[in-house]
C-alpha cells in the first residue's frame, strides 16, 4: 500500500498534550524488525537508532521519512492483541 501525510492548512496552539495537536508519529507492525529494516535498508532508510523494547512486549525501531516525519517499525510477540 502507499500512504502519504500531507501537512495541515492550519496550526494549532501548543500543548503539552500530543493529543490535542495531531500525530506524533506513525506505527508500521511488521512480523519481522530485521528483515523490515533490511529492506528499507536497500531503499535508502537510515536508523539513527538501535532496536528497543516496544510497550506491552516486542520490539520497535524508530527512523524518519524525507520530509522528517518521525516513523516506527513495531515487531509484537505472536500473542499479542491491540
Same mark, same amino acid.
Given at each position: 500500500f502507499w500512504l502519504e501525510?500531507?501537512?495541515a492548512d492550519f496550526s494549532l496552539r501548543e500543548t503539552s498534550d500530543n493529543k490535542l495537536r495531531?500525530?506524533?508519529h506513525l506505527a508500521v507492525r511488521v512480523p519481522s524488525?530485521? $528483515? $523490515?529494516k533490511v529492506e528499507l535498508e536497500s531503499r535508502g532508510v537510515a536508523f539513527p537508532e538501535n532496536v528497543k523494547p516496544a510497550g506491552g512486549g516486542g520490539r520497535v525501531l524508530f527512523f524518519k521519512d524525507p520530509e522528517g516525519n518521525l516513523l516506527h517499525l513495531v515487531e509484537r510477540p505472536t500473542d499479542f492483541h491491540a
Open positions: 501525510i500531507y501537512q495531531g500525530w506524533r524488525l530485521e $528483515a $523490515a
